[in-house]
T-cell receptor
Framework: NAGVTQTPKFRVLKTGQSMTLLCAQD?????MYWYRQDPGMGLRLIHY???????AKGEVPDGYNVSRLKKQNFLLGLESAAPSQTSVYFC???????????????FGPGTRLTVL | QQQVKQSPQSLIVQKGGISIINCAYE??????FPWYQQFPGKGPALLIA?????SEKKEGRFTISFNKSAKQFSLHIMDSQPGDSATYFC???????????FGAGTRLFVKA
């Protein structure tokens, strides 16, 4: 089991460029999340999904869009990147309520994004 | 709006000493309080967790102390080792839901 994987690991963008971050999990988890991690701010939830075909806004959704076309994949898009979106992005997944491991979130290794 | 406040921001401890990280929360609707450990260049990973009906949970050298009336919980690392050097996040999950609110993190450095 690879767990949660993220692509790419690093990326540098210019202001106004677009890109998509890919997250994949092989644990058959229902719930998936995108967080950003900034110094002194912890992990902040951008968007999340409770199942295939569903997405919802988290704490800091502005400037990002997501899609969950397949259960195992969760994509995060930046349509027009801004320097304020320079951050480390983490994807995570968890099993649904009612399952034994429902509370634990499993994180990917992160994507370090710099917007110039 | 940070619902989980974590302190200190950074901590330096001698090898063999006790590391203590504190967290406070405001929302009484939380029902699960995990601690995540993150090594440089890696994603966070669950270290230990507690529910509010328990005042203490111990796993090896790691202990969570929970004070429901004060809305505070803390992580104690006994006999701290250089391999414990990492960033630690406390967190809280809403009851009946799945969204988890994370603290700002504490960077721990254990001196050999």
């Amino acid at each position: 089991n690879a767990g949660v994987t993220q692509t790419p690991k690093f990326r540098v963008l210019k202001t106004g460029q677009s890109m998509t971050l890919l997250c994949a999990q092989d644990m058959n988890h229902e719930y998936m999340y995108w967080y950003r991690q900034d110094p002194g701010m912890g992990l902040r939830l951008i968007h999340y999904s409770v199942g295939e075909g569903t997405t919802a806004k988290g704490e800091v959704p502005d400037g990002y869009n997501v899609s969950r076309l397949k259960k195992q994949n969760f994509l995060l898009g930046l349509e027009s990147a801004a320097p304020s979106q320079t951050s480390v992005y983490f994807c995570a997944s968890s099993a649904p309520s009612g399952s034994q491991a429902k509370n634990e979130q499993f994180f990917g290794p992160g994507t370090r994004l710099t917007v110039l | 709006q940070q619902q989980v406040k974590q302190s200190p921001q950074s901590l330096i401890v001698q090898k063999g000493g006790i590391s203590i990280i504190n967290c406070a929360y405001e929302n009484t609707a939380f029902d699960y309080f995990p601690w995540y450990q993150q090594f440089p260049g890696k994603g966070p990973a669950l270290l230990i967790a507690i529910r509010p009906d328990v005042s203490e949970k111990k796993e090896g050298r790691f202990t969570i102390s929970f004070n429901k009336s004060a809305k505070q919980f803390s992580l104690h690392i006994m006999d701290s080792q250089p391999g414990d050097s990492a960033t630690y996040f406390c967190a809280a999950k809403h009851a009946g839901g799945f969204k988890t609110i994370f603290g700002a993190g504490t960077r721990l450095f254990v001196k050999a």
